[in-house]
C-alpha cells in the first residue's frame, strides 16, 4: 500500500496525502541498515565464543509517518510531485466502507518497531530511513 503511494508520486507525479497520515508511525528497514545489522551481527559472532540469545527487531533507527516516507521516496527518484490532500470528510467515509476500510486503516495506522537493543548490544550505528533511502 505505501509502495502504491510511493509509484503514484514517482510515475504520475502527484501524492496522495492524509491527515492522519502525518500522525502515525512506522518503521522501515532499508537495505543499507539491513547490510549493516548483518554484518555487524557476523562480526559480533565471530568475536565472542558464545552465541546471542536476544531477539532483535531490525529496523531504520526511528519510525516515519506514511507521508513522510512517500516524500522520500519521491525525493529519491527527484520527482516533485503534486499533493492531492484528502479532505477529512472523505477519509471519514473511506474509514467506513468495508472494501477501502483495511487498505485506509493499514496507511494510517502505526506499525512501529525499536531497535535499540541491536544498536547497543552490537554496537551498529543505523541510519534514519530518509537517510538511507535518499544515499542509495
Known amino acids: 500500500k505505501i509502495s502504491l503511494l510511493g509509484n ?3 510515475k504520475f507525479k502527484f501524492i496522495i496525502e492524509f491527515s492522519k497520515g502525518n500522525e502515525n ?11 549493516l545489522s548483518v554484518e555487524n551481527t557476523i562480526n559480533y559472532l565471530m568475536k565472542r565464543e558464545t552465541l546471542i540469545s536476544d531477539t532483535f527487531n531490525l529496523a531504520d533507527r526511528y519510525p516515519v509517518s506514511t ?3 512517500v516524500n522520500i521516496i519521491a525525493a529519491s527518484q527527484g520527482v516533485s510531485p503534486f499533493r ?5 470528510i472523505l477519509e471519514l467515509i ?19 518497531v525499536k531497535s535499540e537493543l541491536l544498536q547497543k548490544k ?6 534514519e530511513s ?3 533511502i535518499l544515499n542509495d
Open 8 to 10: 503514484l508520486a514517482i
Open 25 to 35: 508511525s512506522r518503521s522501515f528497514l532499508t537495505r543499507k541498515n539491513l547490510l
Open 67 to 69: 507521508n513522510e516516507i
Open 84 to 88: 492531492i490532500k484528502v479532505p477529512r
Open 94 to 112: 473511506a474509514s467506513k466502507m468495508p472494501f477501502i476500510r483495511n487498505v485506509y486503516v493499514n496507511l494510517i495506522s502505526n506499525h512501529s
Open 122 to 127: 552490537l554496537d551498529v550505528e543505523l541510519l
Open 130 to 132: 530518509n537517510q538511507s
